[in-house]
């Protein structure tokens, strides 16, 4: 038979999916308010650096064009190398935002990916998209 524990969620099926967080409304929904103002800020950001693809996600740094002279390729060249990192970072820190959304969305949030280990509440006000717990996490 299937014996069932207060803080385990199961599947359609009655398979194990992962052990609840314990945290409260009010701290997930201020988890919630950071989220979403980070994600904004991100996006803001990538739209200052970068352009966003038609379809999808992804992001691809601008190419500023300043002229045709060797030192202005160089200049532009330096500038492109400068936004693709930055716009590389953000893109992965905005993925990252977003999945602690649907995490919080969807009742995982603040349990440990790795052990499904409820993530201490320390951690989540520390890096509010943490996936891991500290012993699983970087």
Known sequence: GLFLFPGIRYGERGDFLMISSNLDAAFLEKQTRLLRAEQETLERELARIARKDAVGEDYHAKFENIGRAEDDNALEEERYEAA???E???ELHLRDIRSALVR????????CTVCQSPIDRRRLEALP???AC???GT
């Open 88 to 90: 590389q970072s953000l």
């Open 134 to 136: 500290v012993r699983h």
């Open 84 to 86: 693709r990192s930055s």
């Open 129 to 131: 998209s943490a996936t």
């Open 104 to 111: 919080l969305e969807d009742g995982t949030y603040g349990v």
